[in-house]
């Protein structure tokens, strides 16, 4: 492998450099960990009969609410 000194760099081999660093970072840095996995039959289960019970006019409640319940703080 032949290195690459940035001063032999021309500007736009340069600025493609930095494009492909930054949107490899970003990919890195947003990408989905669980893409790919399969859930457990019980909690697809568990999630189905949710959704289920949602639709059929049942209560939500916030993110706030489940972690006040909790003892948790955000």
């Known amino acids: 492998m032949v290195?690459?000194?940035v001063a032999?760099?021309?500007v736009d081999e340069l600025k493609s450099l930095i494009q492909?660093?930054?949107t490899q970072?970003?990919?890195d840095l947003?990408?989905?960990p669980d893409v790919g996995l399969e859930l457990r039959e019980d909690f697809n289960?568990?999630?189905q009969n949710s959704l289920a019970a949602v639709k059929a006019g049942g209560e939500t409640l916030s993110a706030d609410t489940v972690a006040a319940k909790l003892g948790l703080s955000w």
């Open 3 to 5: 290195a690459t000194r």
């Open 8 to 10: 032999d760099m021309s």
């Open 20 to 22: 492909e660093t930054v």
């Open 25 to 27: 970072t970003l990919l």
């Open 30 to 32: 947003f990408r989905d």
């Open 45 to 47: 289960c568990l999630l």
